[in-house]
């Protein structure tokens, strides 16, 4: 059947708008509606500002590993947690310069180092900024989590050169009390305001899986897209269960809760990436499949996480592969490398002039 309406052409912000007054209720009623309505929504979202097929690959380093006195339930590297893990110092640059080769090897795009810091002091900072600036020599994109920083702090690490800054929510600020009581929320959203207010780029997300409720990942989902800019990068982590960790033995999230939020997350934050995170190594390949046709569309790649084993990287070439992802090419310089696409990217740098939260 023909319209009789002109056919005008549909911008992203029609079909899959930019908002930041999401209430509690509309977050639930997105995750809650009939599966496949809500990854038909997430879908069409995700095509109005990426091109579905692409995929944006990051590696991880632990810099710092160990011994940080932060009591996060769920993390193996807490020094009032019995997990066995062995508390090293801070790499030597040369050693972190020598794994973002290989990263760059591999094909990732973005070197994150992450540190298990309350706060990074202003001597651990300056060592940071000198990997910093020698991975980005090597082409990469960088990005640092160390813990909660000042205002200066984040300051300098933009000064530096950085990228992204990560730092998670993790969860609903009601159920936070009950994983973390060594900091707290309004601590978490002070280090947000610093990073983007230094005009770094923000990733930020959180974990599922630690027995919260549907309300609660609801939440945080509210609590990210009405942040005064979207998150640039939204990882959703599913819990790993470290022994001698608090949520050791909490009751396995059932698998399409969390297909369901990174749907939520799609649509909440449209032209964000969304980062299928910690938690793939226990994911069946069809799992994968459908969390990328949620909207997914960036995975840490290589074999381990910090201090746990990702999924293989030799499996998910495989896995790009039988789905027909691309993963993504580096950009240099703010210029696209010949065959990098990234939509949204095109369309921030020629129309808007921000990244993801206008
Ligand atoms: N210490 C810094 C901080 O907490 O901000 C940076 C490192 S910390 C390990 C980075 C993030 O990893 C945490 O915010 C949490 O979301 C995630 N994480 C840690 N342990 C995890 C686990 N066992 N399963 C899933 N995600 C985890
Ligand atoms: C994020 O959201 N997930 C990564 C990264 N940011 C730093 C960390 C995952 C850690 C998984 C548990 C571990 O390996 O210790
Ligand atoms: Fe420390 Fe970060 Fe682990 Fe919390 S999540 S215990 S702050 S390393």
Known sequence: MSSSLPCAPVSPEDTAPIRHDWSLEEARGCLEQPFNDLLFAAQSAHRAHFDPNRIQVSTLLSIKTGACPEDCGYCAQSAKHDTGLERERLLPVDEVLQAARAAREQGATRFCMGAAWRNPTDNNLEQVIEMVRGVKALGLETCVTLGMLE??????????????????LDTSPEFYGQVISTRTYQDRLQTLDYVREAGLKTCSGGILGMGESRRDRAALLCQLANLPAHPESVPINLLVQVEGTPLFGTEALDPFELVRTIATARLMMPASYVRLSAGRASL???????????????????????????????????????????????????????GACHKSIDRQTSARPSAAGE
């Open 151 to 168: 205002q200066e702090q984040a300051q300098r690490l933009r000064a530096a050169g950085l990228d992204y800054y990560n730092h998670n």
């Open 284 to 338: 069946s390949d069809e799992l994968q499949a459908l969390c990328f046709a949620a909207g997914a569309n960036s995975v840490f790649h290589g074999d381990r996480l910090l201090t746990t084993d990702n999924a293989e990287a030799a499996r998910d070439r495989q896995l790009f592969a039988r789905l027909g992802l691309q993963p993504e090419v580096a950009e240099f310089e703010g210029r696209d490398r010949p």
